[in-house]
């Protein structure tokens, strides 16, 4: 008797191969690019052994209800997983995989583009060049804001916030303070200096927000948090929408009290075409595309598919949450 699978999206061909190829689960899947529709999650998930779920899925008592008692493992094709409900999900002996490491560099080397991006006002320029507002070079056009002689604050220098450190320190950054709960044992590799908050928002010129969401960080960077900063300050998030008040950042950045803000995630996403912050030049909003690169999103994959069947089978996991 086959295990029974569910899989909330279309993912990489290599990861479905993994999935089929082994022959203990039969799988089906929500073959779209779409999200699955909420009914349909809770229909397909019933009876399931083995949930594989994107960050874009609400997995919550309702969800591990409907799954019901066969249910053994979840795995997430994500590094966060703030969109689980652990304690739910701990209390029914559920396991759960995800997908830390291999997207680090990606995730880390689209935080440095949009910095740059941002920083040097890339959107707007290329937008001046296609629009015909580009009429002559000018001394004082389209400047913005440079690495060199810096200071950058990196709030949560975990994996990816470390990976962000060692690629932005040969840009010739000359501080680097970062924040979190404890000061890291990896930190002395990239000269970071542990910071208070406070200290980290009033000194740096660049401000990158790297750390998971979780209580203590939803709705950390909010109206206090961005008066703190210097009028000429760059703020970057790569970590979690939820992490930021976006009223408040669009009270800051419309009245310059900050210079500028990259977001590679939003609240909610999409961002709808209308929203306040995509009125402003001085935002630059992604489609949280972190780890999109086609070898990070194909390893990711294989990753997500070998957590999950080792969740059948009782095995070790490549990567298993600790829960
Ligand atoms: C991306 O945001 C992820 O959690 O993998
Ligand atoms: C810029 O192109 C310069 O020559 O200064």
Same mark, same amino acid.
């Given at each position: 008797?086959?295990?029974?699978v569910? +899989?909330?999206r279309? =993912?990489?061909?290599e990861?479905?191969?993994?999935? &089929?190829?082994?022959g203990?689960?039969?799988?089906?899947v929500?073959?779209?690019?779409? $999200?699955?529709?909420?009914?349909e999650?809770?229909?397909?998930?019933?009876?399931?052994?083995?949930?594989?779920?994107l960050?874009s899925d609400?997995?919550?008592?309702?969800?591990l209800?409907?799954?019901g008692?066969n249910?053994k493992?979840?795995?997430?094709?994500?590094?966060?997983?703030?969109? /689980?409900?652990i304690?739910? =999900?701990k209390?029914r002996?559920?396991?759960?995989?995800?997908?830390?490491?291999? #997207? @680090?560099?990606a995730?880390?080397?689209?935080?440095v583009?949009?910095l740059?991006?941002?920083?040097?006002?890339l $959107?707007?320029?290329?937008q001046?060049v296609?629009?015909?507002?580009?009429? @002559?070079?000018k001394? !004082?056009?389209l400047?913005?804001?440079? !690495?060199?002689?810096?200071? +950058?604050?990196?709030?949560?220098?975990?994996? =990816?916030? %470390?990976?962000?450190?060692?690629?932005?320190?040969?840009?010739?950054?000359?501080? !680097?303070?970062y924040s979190?709960?404890a000061?890291k044992?990896?930190?002395?590799?990239?000269?970071?200096?542990?910071?208070?908050?406070? &200290?980290? /928002?009033?000194?740096?010129?660049?401000?990158?927000?790297?750390?998971?969401?979780? $209580?203590?960080?939803?709705?950390?960077?909010?109206?206090?948090f961005?008066s703190k900063?210097? *009028?000429t300050?760059?703020?970057?998030?790569? *970590?979690?929408?939820s992490?930021?008040n976006?009223?408040?950042l669009y009270?800051?950045?419309?009245?310059g009290? =900050?210079?500028?803000?990259?977001?590679d995630?939003?609240?909610p996403?999409p961002?709808p075409?209308?929203?306040?912050? #995509? &009125? #402003?030049?001085?935002?630059?909003v992604?489609?949280?595309i972190?780890?999109? &690169?086609?070898s990070?999103?194909g390893?990711?994959g294989?990753?997500?598919?070998?957590? /999950?069947?080792?969740?059948?089978n009782?095995t070790?996991? $490549?990567?298993? %949450?600790?829960?």
């Open positions: 008797q086959l295990m029974k569910y +899989v909330t279309r =993912i990489p061909q990861a479905m191969k993994a999935l &089929t190829g082994a203990v689960c039969k799988v089906s929500w073959d779209s690019d779409e $999200p699955v529709p909420r009914a999650l809770l229909k397909g998930v019933s009876g399931a052994h083995g949930l594989l779920c960050l609400r997995i919550d008592t309702e969800v209800d409907a799954a008692p249910l493992v979840i795995s997430t094709l994500s590094v966060g997983f703030d969109h /689980l409900a304690n739910e =999900i209390k002996g559920v396991r759960v995989g995800y997908t830390p490491d291999v #997207l @680090t560099d995730t880390a080397e689209l935080t583009a949009l740059l991006a941002t920083a040097r006002r $959107p707007e320029g290329v001046e296609k629009s015909g507002g580009w009429s @002559t070079w001394p !004082l056009w400047c913005g804001y440079g !690495l060199s002689g810096s200071t +950058v604050g990196i709030i949560g220098l975990g994996r =990816i916030g %470390l990976a962000i450190a060692r690629r932005l320190r040969p840009f010739g950054v000359k501080r !680097l303070l979190g709960r000061a044992p990896q930190a002395p590799e990239v000269e970071g200096e542990y910071a208070p908050l406070d &200290t980290l /928002l009033s000194e740096s010129d660049f401000i990158v927000v790297s750390c998971s969401l979780t $209580p203590d960080t939803q709705g950390l960077c909010n109206k206090t961005f900063m210097k *009028s300050a760059v703020f970057i998030n790569t *970590s979690r929408g992490v930021v976006q009223e408040d009270e800051a950045l419309s009245g009290q =900050i210079a500028a803000a990259g977001l995630v939003t609240t996403e961002l075409t209308d929203h306040p912050l #995509l &009125t #402003l030049k001085n935002c630059v992604l489609p949280h972190g780890s999109a &690169t086609y990070t999103r390893i990711m294989v990753l997500s598919a070998n957590n /999950l069947l080792a969740g059948l009782g070790p996991m $490549p990567s298993e %949450l600790a829960l």
